[in-house]
C-alpha cells in the first residue's frame, strides 16, 4: 500500500510522487487533499491530491520541501511507501458552467491548481490560467496546466520567463484589456491569494482560494486549522479548503501558520545534522 | 456474626511531584494480596445491586469471589463473559456513579472496590500471558461493517465475529481505540494496554483498516452494496469553542487538539517525534469535566509551570470524576472556579497572552437542576496565560449523515437510533456511543455496542425480534 511508483524532481526542493491508492484514486473529486505520515515517528502533512489515475491506481503529490517532514518525504524513493495515506480529505471543488474563469497558481500552488483547472474545463468553462513564479527554474507543470486551460499565462517575478512581474499583474491586464472574468480562482503563497482577491475584489469577481493552515487530523476532531471567513470560525478540513476569498482573514491565516516556527526549525536543523548535509534528490 | 471490619484499600501511586513530571500510570494497582483483602471486603449478596448498576451487567459477586480464593485468571475470564475491555473499564469507568454507588456495603462504610478489583484481574491475565481467544461460532457467511475503531466498534466487531461472522473496522486514524487513543493520556490509560484490548479482537479475526474516513473514502451507501450489516461508532468528536473574542490566537486549543498531539502524535517526545506542541508557562483550561482535568495534567507533564482550570459553576457541579479533580489538585492544579472567561488577548505576533474572566455566582436552577451561573456585575479581572485549552465539549462530526442518504439525525446532529437495537432510519445500519448519545462513557459506548450487536446478528441471520418488553410498547414497532 502506499507504494511509490514514480518519482520526478520539478525544479529545486519541489518532488512529484505517484502513490498505489486505488480507492482514494477512484474516490477523489478536484480541490480534495489527502493527510500522509512518512513513517511511524511522522508527523501528518497535507498534500493536496495534483491528479489522479483510475485505471492505474495512483494519486499524484506534488510538493515543495520547507521542512523536516517534507525534506524526508523527499527523500523517498520509487519502491519506498509511505506508511499512511488517508483521504480524499475536504470538500470537492464546486464545478459549474460559470463561462470564463480565470485559474491563477503561484509556486507550489499551481499543483492544487491544476486538478481545480481541469474540472472547471471539463464543466465546460473557458479556462485562462496564470502561473507564476519566482523565476524560470522554479516554474511547475507548464505543460499540464496548458493541457488543462483554454489559454494560458506565465509570469516570473524576476523576468526571466513570461511576464515580469506577479500573476496578478497578468490579471489585471487581461482586465484591461476587457476580458469578462466570471470567476477566479487564485491558489498559491498566502500573500499572493490576499493580492489576488484584493484586486479581484475592485472588480467584483467572485474568487474561491484553497487554504494551508496547520492541520492535524483533518477530519473536523481538533479544529487546528480554523480561520475566519466572512467573521465566523470555519474548520479548513470539512469546511473547505475552498472559500470565498473576499472573505477569507489572511492576517489571521499567516500568523496561525508560523504558531511552530522555533520548533519547525528545531526539527529541520536536526534532520539536515543527521543527514549529513542537505542532499536529497 | 461480627465480620472484622477491612477499610476499603487503596492503590498503591507515583508520588505528585515525582508524578507531574512524567507520563507513566498514576497507580501502580492493587497486588494480590491486597486485591485478596478488598475482595473479601464483598458480602456477596444474593440480590447484588452492583451487577444492576454495572451498564453491561457483569456478573460482580462471582468475579470478586474468584479474586478472594485465588483465581485471579478465572475472575479475568468471568469478567470478559460480559465486558471484552475489562482493563480499560476498571481504570476509566466512573465506578462511584455506576456499580459501587449502589453496592450495599457502601451503605454503613465505603463501597466495595468493584473497579479497582476489575483492573486488578484483567491486568493479572495480560501481564501473565493467560489471554486465551474463546470459540467461534461456525461462520455464518455474514459480513459487517464497523466504521470507528472506539469502544463501541470495537465491542460490536468482537461480539460479532464471536458469532461467526466476517467483520471489518474502517477507521479515519492511524490507529485504534477512538478516545482511548488519542484522547485519555498515557499516565491515565497507557497505550500498551489499549492496544493488548484491540490486539484480541483482532485474534478473534477481526480486520482494521486504518485511515478510512468514511463519507469520503467510501460513503455508508457503498459500503451497504458490500456489507450485510453496518454499524456507525464514529463518536463524539467535533470540538466546541467559547465564541468569545480571540480565540483563533496562536496558543488556543481545542482539548481533542492538545490532547491529540500529545498522545497519538506523541508531541512530548518531539524533536524524536515530528509532531510539535507548545512550550507553556502558564495554561489556562476552560472546562470542568474529565477532559479538562486531563488536559490540566497534561499541561503539567509537558512542562508548564502553573496550570488553572477555569469552571463557571462551583465545585459540586464539576462534572469531573472526584478521583480526577483530586489527581489534579494533588499535581498541582489550581481551580478557578464561578470563574467564566469573557475575551481572549493577544500580542502583535498573535499569540494569547491574557484572559479577561468574571466571577460569576449561582442563581436558580435551570432545566439540568443545577443552580445557574449568573455573571456578577463589575467582577471582571484579567490573567497572564500563553496557552488556553478549551474543553467545554464535543459534539457530533457531521460527515456521515451529509454523505449517507436517508440517514435522520437529531438537532444536535446526533444519530437517532433505537434505545433497544441500536438501528437507524436506515435497515441493516445502526449507530452507538457517542455518536447518538453525545460525549459520555466508555462503558455507555460499550453497552450500546452490546445492544447492537445482538440485534445486528439477528437481522443478518433472519431471526425476528424478540417481543417488545410489554412496558415500553410504543417505541419497539417494529418488523
Ligand atoms: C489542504 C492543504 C493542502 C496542501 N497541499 C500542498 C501541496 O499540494 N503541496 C505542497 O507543497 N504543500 C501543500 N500544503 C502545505 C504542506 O502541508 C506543508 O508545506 C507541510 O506540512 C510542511 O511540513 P514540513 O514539516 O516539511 O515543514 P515545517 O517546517 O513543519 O513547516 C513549514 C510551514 O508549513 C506549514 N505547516 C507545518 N506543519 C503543517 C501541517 N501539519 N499542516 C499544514 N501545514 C503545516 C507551516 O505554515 C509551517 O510554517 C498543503 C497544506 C494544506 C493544509
Ligand atoms: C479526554 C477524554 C477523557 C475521557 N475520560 C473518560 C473517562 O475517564 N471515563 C469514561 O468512561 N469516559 C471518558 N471519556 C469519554 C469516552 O472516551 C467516550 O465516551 C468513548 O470513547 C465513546 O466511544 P465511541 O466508540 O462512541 O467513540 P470514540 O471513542 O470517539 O471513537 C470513535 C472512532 O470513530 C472514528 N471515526 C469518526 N468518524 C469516522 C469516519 N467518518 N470514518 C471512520 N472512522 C471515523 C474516530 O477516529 C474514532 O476512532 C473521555 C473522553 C475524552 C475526550
Ligand atoms: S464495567 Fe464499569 S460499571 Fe461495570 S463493573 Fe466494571 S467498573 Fe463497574
Ligand atoms: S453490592 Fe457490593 S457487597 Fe454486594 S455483591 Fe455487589 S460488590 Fe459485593
Ligand atoms: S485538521 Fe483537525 S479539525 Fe481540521
Redesign the pocket.
Given at each position: 500500500m502506499n507504494k511509490i511508483v514514480m518519482k520526478k524532481v520539478l525544479s529545486e526542493g519541489?518532488k512529484e510522487f505517484e502513490i498505489e491508492s486505488p480507492q482514494i484514486a477512484k474516490s477523489r473529486h478536484a480541490g480534495q487533499?489527502v493527510i500522509v505520515r512518512a513513517n511511524e515517528k511522522g508527523?501528518?502533512?497535507?498534500?493536496?491530491?495534483?491528479d489522479a489515475n483510475v485505471e492505474k491506481g495512483t494519486i499524484t503529490?506534488?510538493?515543495?520541501?520547507?521542512?523536516?517532514?517534507?525534506?524526508?518525504?523527499g527523500s523517498f524513493n520509487e519502491g519506498d511507501s509511505f506508511l499512511d495515506v488517508v483521504g480524499p480529505?475536504?470538500k470537492p471543488t464546486h464545478t459549474e458552467n460559470f463561462g470564463t474563469v480565470v485559474c491563477m497558481g503561484g509556486g507550489?500552488g499551481v499543483?492544487?491548481m491544476h486538478p481545480i483547472a481541469q474540472a472547471l474545463k471539463q464543466a465546460g468553462n473557458r479556462v485562462i490560467a496564470i502561473i507564476g513564479a519566482r523565476s524560470k527554474e522554479l516554474l511547475i507543470m507548464e505543460d499540464r496546466i496548458k493541457a488543462a486551460s483554454h489559454e494560458m499565462h506565465i509570469s516570473t517575478d524576476d523576468g526571466s520567463f513570461g511576464v515580469h512581474g506577479f500573476v496578478t499583474d497578468v490579471l489585471q491586464s487581461l482586465i484591461d484589456k476587457g476580458e469578462k472574468v466570471d470567476l477566479c480562482v487564485a491558489i498559491g503563497p498566502v500573500p499572493m491569494m490576499n493580492a489576488s482577491c484584493k484586486l479581484t475584489k475592485q472588480y467584483d469577481i467572485p474568487t474561491v482560494v484553497?487554504?494551508?493552515?496547520?492541520?492535524?487530523d483533518?477530519t473536523g476532531m481538533c479544529g487546528?486549522?480554523r480561520v475566519t471567513v466572512g467573521g465566523k470560525t470555519r474548520f479548513?478540513?470539512v469546511d473547505?479548503?475552498e472559500f470565498n476569498g473576499h472573505e477569507v482573514d489572511f492576517v489571521e491565516l499567516v500568523k496561525?501558520?508560523?504558531?511552530?516556527?522555533p520548533?519547525?526549525?528545531e526539527?529541520?536543523e536536526q534532520y539536515q545534522h543527521e543527514c549529513g548535509h542537505h542532499n536529497h534528490h | 456474626m461480627p465480620r472484622e471490619k477491612i477499610p476499603r484499600q487503596q492503590m498503591p501511586e507515583q508520588e505528585a511531584d515525582v508524578r507531574r513530571h512524567n507520563f507513566k500510570e498514576v497507580p501502580f494497582g492493587f497486588t494480590p494480596e491486597l486485591a485478596q483483602r478488598e475482595a473479601s471486603r464483598c458480602l456477596f449478596c444474593k440480590k447484588p445491586k452492583c451487577v444492576a448498576g454495572c451498564p453491561v451487567n457483569i456478573d460482580i459477586p462471582a468475579f470478586i469471589r474468584l479474586i478472594k480464593e485465588g483465581d485471579f485468571d478465572g475472575a479475568a475470564k468471568k469478567l470478559k463473559e460480559e465486558n471484552a475491555l475489562p482493563a480499560i473499564c476498571g481504570r476509566v469507568c466512573p465506578q462511584e456513579e455506576q456499580c459501587e454507588i449502589v453496592c450495599v456495603t457502601g451503605i454503613k462504610d465505603e463501597p466495595v472496590a468493584i473497579g479497582r478489583l476489575e483492573r486488578f484481574a484483567a491486568d493479572y491475565e495480560r501481564d501473565n500471558n493467560l489471554v486465551t481467544i474463546p470459540k467461534k461460532a461456525p461462520a455464518t457467511g455474514k459480513k459487517a461493517a464497523i466504521v470507528g475503531c472506539g469502544p463501541a466498534g470495537l465491542t460490536v466487531a468482537g461480539e460479532l465475529a464471536k458469532l461467526g461472522h466476517d467483520v471489518t473496522i474502517y477507521e479515519a486514524l492511524h490507529q485504534p481505540g477512538g478516545v482511548l487513543m488519542y484522547g485519555i493520556p498515557e499516565f491515565r490509560l497507557p497505550k500498551a494496554i489499549v492496544n493488548a484490548e484491540v490486539d484480541y479482537v483482532k485474534k478473534l479475526g477481526v480486520e482494521i483498516i486504518y485511515n478510512a474516513v468514511i463519507g469520503r473514502y467510501l460513503t455508508v451507501d457503498e459500503l451497504q452494496g458490500q456489507y450485510d450489516s453496518i454499524f456507525l461508532g464514529t463518536g463524539a468528536g467535533l470540538p466546541y469553542f467559547m465564541n468569545i473574542p480571540g480565540e483563533n490566537l496562536n496558543g488556543v486549543y481545542s482539548a481533542n487538539e492538545y490532547l491529540t498531539r500529545s498522545n497519538l502524535m506523541r508531541a512530548y517526545l518531539f524533536p524524536e517525534y515530528?509532531?510539535?506542541v507548545v512550550q507553556s508557562k502558564k495554561v489556562a483550561v476552560l472546562g470542568g469535566g474529565n477532559v479538562a482535568m486531563d488536559s490540566a495534567r497534561t499541561a503539567l507533564r509537558l512542562g508548564a509551570e502553573e496550570v488553572n482550570i477555569i469552571y463557571r459553576r462551583s465545585r459540586k457541579e464539576m462534572p469531573a470524576r472526584i478521583e480526577e479533580v483530586h489527581h489534579a489538585e494533588e499535581e498541582g492544579v489550581v481551580m478557578q472556579l464561578l470563574t467564566n472567561p469573557t475575551e481572549l488577548l493577544g500580542d502583535e505576533e498573535g499569540w494569547v497572552k491574557g484572559m479577561r474572566c468574571i466571577r460569576m455566582e449561582l442563581g436558580e436552577p435551570d432545566a439540568s437542576g443545577r443552580r445557574r451561573p449568573v455573571p456578577i456585575e463589575g467582577s471582571e479581572f484579567e490573567i497572564e496565560v500563553d496557552t488556553v485549552v478549551v474543553s467545554i465539549g464535543n459534539g457530533a462530526n457531521p460527515l456521515i449523515p451529509q454523505t449517507t442518504e436517508g440517514l435522520d439525525t437529531n438537532k444536535w446532529g446526533n444519530i437517532i437510533a433505537d434505545d433497544q437495537t441500536c438501528v437507524t432510519s436506515k435497515p441493516g445500519v445502526y449507530a452507538g456511543g457517542d455518536i447518538v448519545i453525545g460525549a459520555a462513557t466508555v462503558i455507555l459506548a460499550m453497552g450500546a455496542g452490546k445492544q447492537a450487536s445482538q440485534a445486528m446478528h439477528r437481522y443478518m441471520m433472519g431471526i425476528p425480534e424478540p417481543e417488545p418488553e410489554p412496558k415500553d410498547d410504543k417505541k419497539d414497532d417494529k418488523k
Open positions: 519541489v487533499f508527523e501528518r502533512i497535507p498534500l493536496t491530491i495534483a503529490l506534488i510538493f515543495q520541501e520547507v521542512g523536516k517532514s517534507t525534506m524526508l518525504m480529505l475536504g507550489i499543483a492544487p484553497s487554504l494551508n493552515p496547520i492541520m492535524v483533518g487546528a486549522c479548513v478540513c473547505g479548503p496561525r501558520q508560523r504558531a511552530y516556527l520548533q519547525e526549525r526539527a529541520r | 515530528d509532531t510539535p
